[in-house]
Nanobody
């Protein structure tokens, strides 16, 4: 599976962005999809994930109520709608594909996209 993330950019606090992740290769709908982020000097952290079967969603407490993850199996895509962005949301955002059940753990992911920069600044 090859993943390519896009949609990052510069936005003011309180603004919105929508990240996209397009997958090619093996059957997309067999994989759980997740978004992680990594700020300078920090480890990669879980943001959100969506299961392949039921579409159950999972969120980090820091983004719950502001971010929404979704997927389109027909289009081989995953999305992260980010609203009410805060300065601390600034990071490189990565999408990943996971065949395990531990969706919140980066080390469980099988494939990663290249990352897209999100900068929240006034």
């Amino acid at each position: 599976v090859q993943l390519q993330a896009s949609g990052g950019g510069l936005v003011q606090p309180g603004g919105s962005l929508r990240l996209s992740c397009v997958a090619s290769g093996r059957a997309f709908d067999y994989y759980n999809m997740g978004w992680f982020r990594q700020a300078p000097g920090k480890e990669r952290e879980f943001v959100a994930a969506i299961s392949c079967s039921s579409g159950t969603t999972y969120y980090a407490d820091s983004v719950k109520g502001r971010f929404t993850i979704s997927r389109s199996n027909a289009e081989n895509m995953a999305f992260l709608q980010m609203n009410s962005l805060k300065l601390e949301d600034t990071a490189v955002y990565y999408c990943g594909a996971d065949s395990s059940v531990r969706l919140r753990e980066a080390y469980e992911y099988d494939y990663w996209g290249q990352g897209t920069q999100v900068t929240v600044s006034s």
